[in-house]
């Protein structure tokens, strides 16, 4: 069970039913993921609001989630309601996103509750990590004044607030050209290290990982002979590892010679800041001035950069 934040609680199922009990601080939408979905990249998550009383599920097949039922609380009334009528939309009209993205506007604006804020923070999300891949046109601004006018005077403490807050200041920063984002994690000994510290005044390569991600890790391996030719000339490389157990074991078998530092259970939300969601990692090539020079570059395009820039 995840909220946006991905926190993950593992609830068993037995004998094709479950049962948790769910104590929070703010009511906010969840989801639900079968995990055997998840581990073959394959999974419909199922949402629903933490309300107070009881909330009943009843799942399908992935093939018929269409039937799903979650029935309990005034918020999940009111989304799966507003669900049903964005599924009406004729799925075969050349300007469905448009339609859709109309109506989900024209929503959260006329119903200014927990539920509009949560389909306003989808939207937002959805901007920033899904569309650009499908190179999906989609004004974020309309979203934006939204959030800023009858958002957040209305439910600042929520942590809705600061999450879309952070989903925002991304999108302005973190584009080649933009700025990077500052941020202090701890080292593998535990001494917090602040990142500008590390890296003012120098060309640097912000290379995001985690022990899991062989290519994340691949990337790192194939920069170190890059990163031993231009150290002494202004060039220095920074990781941020996704915590888990074994990252002292992966730094030493991958032989990384610069700083790691690490994000514990992303409570810094590093991850969301640099637009890497789910994502293992990447990289985040930097200047002196703390310009984004690439992002996602190449071994190849970083000593490219570097030859030209550093004589």
């Known amino acids: 069970m995840t909220n946006v934040q991905q926190d993950v609680v593992y609830i ?29 990249a394959m999974w419909n998550p199922v949402k629903f609001f ?21 029935k309990g609380g005034i918020h999940n009334t009111e989304y799966y309601a507003f669900s049903k009528d964005v599924q009406a939309l004729d799925k075969e009209d050349e300007r469905i996103s448009q339609k859709t993205d109309s109506m ?24 920033i990590y899904y569309y650009p891949h499908y190179s999906r046109e989609f004004d974020i601004t309309p979203f934006v004044e939204t959030y800023n006018t009858v958002y957040v005077p209305k439910f600042p403490e929520h942590p809705y607030t600061e999450q879309i807050q952070l ?20 080292d593998l000994e535990g001494n917090v290290v602040k990142l500008s510290e590390q890296i003012q005044g120098k060309m640097a390569l912000i290379h995001f990982w985690a022990t899991w991600c062989g290519a994340c890790r691949q990337n790192g391996k194939v920069l170190i002979p890059v990163y031993e030719a231009y150290k002494d000339k202004g060039f220095t490389v920074v990781g941020i ?4 157990t074994a990252v002292k074991a992966a730094i030493e ?58 004589k």
């Open 50 to 70: 933490s309300e107070k009383g009881t909330i009943n599920f009843t799942f399908y097949p992935m093939d018929e989630n269409e039937q799903n039922q979650i």
């Open 12 to 40: 068993p199922i037995r004998n094709g039913k479950f049962e948790y009990e769910l104590n929070c601080d703010y009511e906010e939408m969840y989801k639900l993921i079968f995990l055997d979905e998840f581990q073959s």
């Open 253 to 310: 078998k991958d032989k990384y010679p610069w700083l790691n530092l690490v994000d514990m259970n992303d409570k810094e939300n590093i991850w969301i800041k640099y637009e890497l969601g789910n994502a293992g990692g990447g990289e985040f090539l930097v200047d002196e001035n703390g310009v984004i020079l690439a992002i996602g570059p190449t071994v190849e395009e970083v000593e490219k950069i570097l030859k030209k820039r550093l």
């Open 241 to 244: 590892a996704r915590a888990t």
């Open 167 to 186: 989903l925002i200041n991304s999108a302005e920063s973190i584009k080649v050209g933009g700025q990077y984002i500052d941020f202090e994690v701890p």
């Open 104 to 127: 989900q506007l024209q929503y959260i604006t006329e119903h200014q509750t927990l539920v509009g804020y949560a389909i306003l923070l989808e939207k937002i999300w959805a901007a």
